[in-house]
């Protein structure tokens, strides 16, 4: 990869607006090619992958002694914006011998146009509704006659004969060449003798095996229309995984189950549910445990021993046995005097490590598990609670100085995030919950990639969701804008309740939503105020249940023999 402008230039290459090359990607140096965005081939700089891909398949020819030739390519593009869907193919420059097709539906908010030169399409723009897009590119780049069909040619694929056709017959009529993912420039024909040539039958494998759907995902539904076609039926993208070995039935339906039987214990779910395991095991025990907390708030008691580590003993276990613990700061504000308590405490106890955490809390390393109560008793003096870092759970509420201090601030974002936190503490969810509210949208407080972040703007609050800043990078989709704190507040706690319900244990939210649909998400919290309440209601019920310290349960002597250090025998006693 060569740099443009300078590194080029220096060197003695022709240099244009890119790095000039031929139709084999040679520069006019006969030593040198170059490839990608800085590369320009006969006038063109290409900005998007497919491009750049055909490009490397000539260069990779001609570099093992072939001939191929790269002749350009006819690029599309799709917008990843979230809440906007624009595609654009080809050529818009108006002429006297081009002509239009325009649909527009502003209150559906949709527009196409296609511009067309001798019954030609030359260019397409798609807004709002763009499953047509691949059909009109390949329609373009093939060069078909469409005066046959013009009447509904704006309708798209599926209207030509006058009616819809099913979708999957117009995947079907698809030629080989016609290109699916526009991201990674793959094609009809490629994925389907993928998916024969390898035996495929998962998305996942069909991504890892052509690229297809790999990248911005638009082109999904494409790419498992093709994995119906080819495979028939032995392809079942509902297809059921257990839970566990111990069951034949998946999170949903043993979710389903609880509440349709009225199942209120472990031992219930598992008889009624005919587990093949009489105890169950590692995986399905916290699940059900989860389950039974959320559904029956105010019946079902916690089975501490379903329970893994962390959550058994309120602190996160180190690589070397001892713990880490990280009291509450809500909203990540403190004071001198919780400063001193924990400087005390860090000191009397010996603790070899103070860290600050990402979601703005101070964890201190290395306390041995017998002190932990002891530490507990301290911090609660100074007024700290736990701070769930180790729950499945609310954990943060990640907040900058907002309008109180920052000359941009638009809300008081700290004072917000504390009253979300003071709210939300305690609650158990699916997996871990960390929330962030930003004063303005330069985003100090990172809230774009939260599971549930809020933007504040002039006009109110821009409730985000289903972002992930860990294993996945992902930021969060929009759930809606809202004028008042109070209204903020009732969205995201309906929100995080519709989780609670919905998600499998250990599914982080952003799975969750992409499971069953951003917009099914906000038909329901933002455009259903019903059901957004009876969310909310059952939150605030099961939060009368669950906002108990369990640090100062601790404290009083609840589960002490978990921290009790275990017998030191000496040899003689052992061999006694
Ligand atoms: C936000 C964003 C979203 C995009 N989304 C899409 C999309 O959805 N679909 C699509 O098709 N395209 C998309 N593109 C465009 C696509 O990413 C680029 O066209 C493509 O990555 C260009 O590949 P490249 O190898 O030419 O350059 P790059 O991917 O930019 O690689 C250049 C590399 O050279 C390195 N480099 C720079 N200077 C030097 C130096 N002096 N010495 C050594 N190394 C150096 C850089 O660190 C970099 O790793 C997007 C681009 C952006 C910015
Ligand atoms: S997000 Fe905006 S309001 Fe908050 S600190 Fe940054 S600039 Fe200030």
Redesign the pocket.
């Known amino acids: 990869?060569i740099?443009p402008s300078s590194?080029a230039r220096d060197a003695g290459i022709a240099v244009n607006r890119g790095i000039v090359v031929d139709d084999g990607m040679m520069t006019s140096d006969p030593n040198v090619f170059s490839?990608?965005?800085?590369a320009e081939h006969r006038g063109i700089c290409?900005?998007?992958?497919?491009p750049?891909y055909e490009a490397a398949r000539v260069l990779a020819d001609r570099l093992i002694g072939g001939t191929s030739e790269y002749h350009g390519s006819v690029v599309n593009?799709?917008l990843?914006v979230t809440g906007i869907n624009l595609f654009s193919a080809g050529d818009f420059a108006e002429a006297p011998d081009r002509e239009e097709i325009v649909l527009r539906d502003a209150s559906a908010g949709i527009y196409k146009r296609l511009v067309l030169k001798d019954n030609r399409i030359i260019g397409a723009v798609l807004y709002g509704e763009t499953a047509d897009g691949s059909w009109f590119f390949d329609l373009m780049k093939r060069g078909i006659d469409i005066s046959q069909m013009r009447d509904t040619l704006i309708f798209g694929q599926s209207y030509q004969g006058g009616s819809p056709l099913d979708p999957m017959a117009a995947v079907a009529a698809l030629p080989d060449d016609a290109e699916i993912c526009?991201?990674n420039g793959v094609c009809k024909g490629k994925i389907t003798t993928t998916i024969t040539g390898k035996g495929l039958t998962s998305l996942d494998d069909v991504r890892a095996h052509t690229k297809a759907s790999a990248?911005?995902g638009s082109c999904t539904g494409l790419v498992e229309q093709l994995m119906a076609l080819t495979l028939g039926d032995a392809y079942n993208p509902a297809a059921v995984t257990p839970m566990c070995t111990c069951t034949e039935l998946g999170h949903d339906d043993v979710r389903r189950l609880i509440k349709a039987k009225g199942l209120k214990t472990i031992p219930a779910v598992m008889q009624e549910l005919e587990w093949k395991t009489s105890c169950g095991c590692a995986k399905c025990r916290p699940a059900l445990n989860y389950y039974l907390v959320c559904d029956w708030p105010d019946e079902y008691a916690d089975d501490y021993q379903s329970r893994y580590i962390n959550e058994r003993v309120h602190a996160n276990i180190q690589k070397d046995g001892t713990y880490s613990v990280v009291p509450r700061m809500w909203g990540g504000v403190t004071n001198a005097a919780e400063l001193r308590a924990i400087a005390d405490v860090v000191d009397k106890f010996e603790i070899p490590m103070v860290k600050v955490t990402g979601g703005q809390r101070i964890d201190l390393l290395g306390v041995e598990k017998e002190d932990l109560p002891a530490v507990w008793a301290d911090l609660g003096k100074a007024g700290f609670i736990s701070g769930q870092a180790y729950a499945k759970g609310l954990r943060t509420v990640k907040t900058c100085v907002g309008s109180d201090w920052c000359r941009f601030g638009t809300q008081d974002s700290t004072g917000f995030g504390i009253r979300v936190e003071k709210f939300m503490w305690g609650s158990w969810t699916p997996a871990k919950l960390k929330l962030a509210v930003s004063g303005c949208p330069r985003n100090c407080a990172e809230a774009t990639c939260k599971d549930i972040g809020v933007i504040c703007v002039d006009s109110g609050f821009e409730i985000h969701f289903a972002g992930a800043a860990g294993l996945d990078i992902k930021g969060t989709d929009v759930l809606g804008l809202v004028k008042t704190e109070d209204e903020a507040l009732e969205h995201i706690v309906a929100l995080t309740q519709m989780y609670r319900e919905q998600g499998r244990y250990l599914e982080r939210i952003y799975k969750w939503a992409k499971r069953i649909g951003h917009d099914e998400i906000r038909r329901q919290i933002m455009g259903d105020p019903e059901k957004r309440r009876a969310y909310y209601d059952r939150f605030v019920f099961s939060q009368t249940f669950a906002q108990v310290d369990p640090w100062s349960e601790r404290v009083s002597g609840k589960d002490k023999h978990e921290f009790k250090p275990m017998a030191t025998i000496s040899y003689n006693q052992a061999a006694e």
């Open positions: 990869m740099v590194l490839l990608g965005e800085c290409y900005g998007l992958v497919a750049l593009t799709k990843k526009g991201c990248s911005c």
